[in-house]
């Protein structure tokens, strides 16, 4: 005879809905407790490399000290991965970098350790350093990401498209506007060159659509390609649609192979209108436009928008477009810093932690 598994039993009502409410509570332990343990690491690591600091600086400890220094740690905490000479130093300069104490507790401990060492490697100074802390925490950027929007430029393209936003929209709506857009935008994960046509880079976006979202920045969100509007009993077609949700309104982009002209705008605003009136709730601001071409000249694009009572923006984006020559000598690439995090170079010290 064979045995029969047991009958389920029957739960009971309103079980299934207290289970989903505990994996959530259990969830939101485990973020808190990984953050906890990340917070008390990176200040023990900023004292650690302050206290290097000050006694080489205020008793003349020669450089020596970190070789002793991580041989006595790693033996009396041989647990614990971190401890090199190399991560040592990091931790001296991650303290000289940053040496307000209140600022690394509230702010930068929310960050983790590897975080801090691409801030380090890869930018200068304290203002950038601190713009992409902040920019890293609002979003929760990975690692990869930061590097990424790093070696992108994004500081530098942030808020630099021409617009009509000041005008047009109510502060300190507009202010947030024109720094949700940028000049230029980088496609070159798209991976084609500078002959490729409307269709054909608008065919890529959507594939990649993805990189595309994180490349337009925080708060867009892809509602269409193609979108249908029928106005007159005649058919038009907006590139691309989305939904800013922290300005609350529609974006409609529209995408030029070519140099900016100013008629375009025309089309453009036609679009905005149309939007305005089929697509846009009570509840929904009025929208926003942004014509991205191949190049633009600048005075003309400001000239052209001088007249026009839409909220709208231009500016260029690239294809291919490889670092400058100085910054490619003056920073690591990120395999560089790949090797030295995760200690596959020459080297034989454990990895920083």
């Known amino acids: 005879m064979t045995d029969r598994p047991a009958p389920l039993t029957p739960l009971p009502d309103g079980y299934a809905g207290w289970l989903a409410e505990l994996k959530g509570r259990i969830h939101i332990a485990q973020q808190r407790a990984t953050l906890a343990v990340n917070r008390e690491l990176v200040l023990l690591y900023w004292q650690i490399g302050r206290d290097i600091l000050t006694r080489q600086s205020e008793q003349g400890w020669g450089a020596k000290v970190i070789d002793r220094l991580a041989d006595d740690l790693r033996a009396a905490f041989p647990e614990m991965r971190g ?61 990869n990401v930061l590097v990424m929007q790093i070696e992108s430029r994004l ?71 193609q979108v249908l509007l029928e106005v007159g009993d005649e058919d038009f077609f907006i590139d691309l649609l989305f939904y800013h949700l922290k300005l609350r309104c529609y974006v409609v982009l529209e995408l030029k192979a070519g140099k900016f002209k100013p008629e375009h705008l025309g089309q453009l605003g036609f679009y905005l ?19 991205l071409c191949k190049s633009r000249n600048k005075v003309v694009a400001e000239y052209a928008l001088g007249d026009k009572s839409q909220p709208m923006g231009i500016a260029e984006y690239k294809l291919a477009q490889s670092l400058p020559t100085d910054l490619e000598t003056s920073l690591p690439s990120i395999e560089q810093i790949e090797r030295e995090l995760t200690g596959d170079d020459t080297s034989t010290e454990d990895d920083p932690q």
């Open 83 to 143: 401890f090199s000479p190399r991560n040592l130093k990091y931790m001296r300069a991650f303290a000289e970098a940053w040496p307000d104490e209140p600022f690394v507790q509230e702010v930068l401990a929310q960050l983790p350790w590897y975080h801090h060492l691409t801030l380090l490697e890869k930018l200068p100074g304290p203002q950038t350093r601190r713009w992409y802390a902040a920019q890293a925490i609002e979003h929760n950027w990975s690692r």
């Open 273 to 291: 209108t149309a939007v305005d009136r089929q697509v846009k709730t009570e509840q929904d601001n009025p929208t926003i436009g942004l014509l």
């Open 155 to 225: 500081l530098e393209r942030s808020g630099k498209a021409v617009t009509n936003f000041d005008a047009r929209l109510p502060a300190p709506h507009s202010d947030l506007a024109r720094e949700s857009l940028k000049d230029p935008y980088r496609f070159d994960f798209l991976g084609l060159t500078d002959e490729a046509q409307e269709r054909e880079i608008e065919n890529a976006l959507v594939k990649h659509v993805t990189e595309f979202l994180l490349e337009l920045g925080a708060g867009f969100a892809f509602v269409g390609r």
